[in-house]
């Protein structure tokens, strides 16, 4: 069996630009929610990465009709839905197939949906998500892989506080609530910018969301959604990660279709580490020819510092002048890529929540992995500030969220090529007869 690999030759500098694709964070809630519309939805922007894919597959085998319309529109119409049993071989890939659940809920009063896969960065428990559910009057058991959540009595407003600041939880309570009886009132709710485009969605389609961007939503339920068309917003992250790249490899770069409000803590951030950034209406150019400075770093729920830079950040402040200490302080333990980075010659130190990132003069290309998306990035930032050729393996995980990652990097003067080879365990196998 052949796998895909990165090859980065570092030492070039980027220049030129780029476009942001649809957020993926908001594009994997928002195509869930689609179960709860009761017609056609039009839906533009919509990032071309494997997560969509995904989960535009579980939602054919529920019997939605789903049409390509161009590039990145596309038409999902779940008004012939059959069942509501996620397979669990579709579903363990993604985490945001607990979407479904909520979605599920909330249209059929009936939901069984495999536990979430996702990303590899500790526990990642969906104990609010539950809480919020039970609140508005479902039964919810997890047996054998499955949760199973029913509300044979259908499901009555509530209030719910959350515990943790959750986006998931928050969208999910959002979705089982919409068409609920009653008022829903959602405290302590996350505020990142996909949680106001679910919302925005949803309201597009008929339902009475209000609040989505503060830590209170008010849903006020509705009998049913009609369809209708929306288009997802531009991907924080994505650009992000561009605006990471060009301050650590120096240069200069014009990122196209973003929103300069949703960037804000990392421009800032970015800022002090030397970039000179200039916002516009839809784009922001990033430039950087002085000194690399060193910064600290702690990663908050929206509007802080999004722990979703954070590997790309720490990857940026390898060849900084001086130490940084970054805190991740959303997830249990998302440093595993780190030791990656050690074996291109970074030297940083992890204790617990904390990693200390002392300056080096020099990083020399290595074979790496890419432990999930975010960290897969990262590599692919570090593998553009060293010398010589990194080997980055597992890009799958990183083209679940990033659309086209090495076409847009090569568009901007960077030395990285996609690559097939025999996978290793194969070659291996023939040496254990
Ligand atoms: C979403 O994950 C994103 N994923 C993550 O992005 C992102 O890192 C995270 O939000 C935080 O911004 C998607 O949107 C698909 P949480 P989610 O619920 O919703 C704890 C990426 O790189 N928690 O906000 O799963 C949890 O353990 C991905 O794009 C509970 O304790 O994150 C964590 O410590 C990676 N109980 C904290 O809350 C719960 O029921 C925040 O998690 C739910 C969460």
């Known amino acids: 069996m052949l796998v895909e690999k990165y090859s980065v030759c ?3 500098r980027l220049y030129g630009e780029i476009n942001i694709s649809g957020a993926k964070n908001a594009a994997v809630a928002i195509i869930p929610a689609t179960v709860l519309v009761d017609g056609p939805c039009r839906i533009e922007n919509v990032p071309k990465i494997s997560d969509v894919t995904a989960l535009l597959t579980i939602m054919r085998e529920f019997g939605a009709n789903i049409k390509l319309i161009n590039d990145s529109t596309i038409e999902i119409d779940c008004s012939k839905i059959r069942n509501t049993k996620a397979p669990y071989e579709l579903i363990r890939k993604i985490r945001a197939s607990y979407y479904l659940i909520g979605a599920l809920l909330g249209r059929y009063r009936c939901a069984e949906v495999g536990m979430p896969g996702g990303c590899d960065f500790g526990v990642r428990p ?31 407003g509530t209030n719910v506080y959350l515990d943790i600041v959750s986006v998931g939880a928050t969208i999910n309570i959002m979705l ?77 770069i014009l990122i196209k279709n973003i929103i300069p409000k949703h960037l ?95 300056g080096v003069q020099k990083l020399t290309g290595a074979p790496v992995r890419a432990w999930d998306l975010r960290a897969g990035a990262a590599m692919i930032i570090a593998g553009l500030t060293a010398h010589g050729y990194t080997e980055i393996e597992d890009v799958l995980h990183i083209e679940r969220g990033y659309e086209n990652i090495v076409e847009k990097f090569a568009s901007l003067g960077a030395d990285i090529k996609r690559f097939e080879c025999p996978d290793e365990e194969e070659i291996a196998e023939p040496l254990k007869a």
């Open 10 to 12: 570092g030492g070039n």
């Open 126 to 156: 969906i104990d609010q998500h539950v809480k919020g559910f039970e609140s508005l009057g479902a039964k919810v058991d997890i047996k054998n892989g499955f949760i199973h959540a029913t509300a044979e009595n259908g499901l009555k």
């Open 176 to 252: 089982a609530s919409v068409l609920a009886s009653g008022q829903t009132i959602i405290e302590n709710a996350a505020k990142e910018p996909h949680i106001v485009d679910v919302a925005n969605f949803l309201n597009s389609m008929g339902a009475d969301v209000k609040g989505a961007g503060t830590d209170v939503i008010k849903v006020r339920g509705v009998p049913t959604l009609k369809g209708g068309s929306y288009a997802i917003i531009p991907d924080q992250i994505e650009a992000g990660t561009f605006m990471a790249a060009v301050t650590a490899t120096g240069g200069d």
């Open 264 to 358: 804000e803590c990392i421009t800032a951030k970015l800022s002090e580490m030397g970039a000179i950034i200039e916002e516009f209406d839809d784009s922001i150019r990033v430039r950087r020819d002085g000194a690399l400075n060193r910064v600290n770093i702690k990663t908050l729920p929206y509007p802080g510092f999004p722990t979703d830079m954070q590997p790309q950040l720490v990857a940026a402040l390898i060849l900084a002048n001086g130490t940084s200490i970054v805190t991740e302080s959303v997830w249990e333990n998302r440093y595993r890529y780190i030791d990656e980075l050690k074996r291109m010659g970074a030297k940083i130190q992890v204790d617990g929540k904390v990693a200390i990132i002392e």
